[in-house]
């Protein structure tokens, strides 16, 4: 199942602790968030994509492509942009502290398991990680990210060129940033994928067509 976002985001209106904008007075002012939001946080008119946990905004030319089951819950998130790709994931998390950290240890060590190169970089995000794999397509770029936020954690994967080149992440940044996360109240382990499931009026066009809710020239899922 693809969607097509062909409207741009309509912005961003919370503050950001992270990026401050130093005026000619000396002041500072607090720019625009980048993302992800939690849902608690989140008063705008953003149009968005309701997957359930995740919330996806509107950014042009941007495809959200999503692998679900006969029931519509979601398998795999990639948003695409081109040649590049963004994989989403989000996950349980404690109250008290993130798992961004232990998270990235595990990944770094997998990747080494499987031979592949993997290096720690301080990111746009924090703390990320930049491996090479092998694919039957050749050698793969993929650059891992974390935000971690009040009892999830989003976990993205960027393919492509923009794996290389963060700075020419464009529309796929625009969709990370203006991601909202929809928790929930329930208690959850830790590390927990939460819940993601198609809308029910696509959900129910997918019955319609046959029940085929799978995306179509997937990227490598990580």
Known sequence: MIFSRKRADAGRHT???????????????????RGPYDISEVDDDVQRLDLGSLHIPAVAEVEVRVQADPQGVIQQV????GDNALQLGVFAAPRSEGIWDEVREEIRQSLLRDGAAAQEVEGEYGPELHAQVRTPDGPTNLRFVGVDGPRWMVRGVFQGPVATDPAGAGPLAECLDGLVVDRGQEAKPVREPLPLRLPREIADQADAEGGDSSAASEPRQV
């Open 15 to 33: 503050r950001d602790e992270r990026a401050t904008e130093v005026l000619d007075e000396g002041a500072s002012a607090p720019a625009l968030v």
């Open 78 to 81: 990639v948003l695409v942009h």
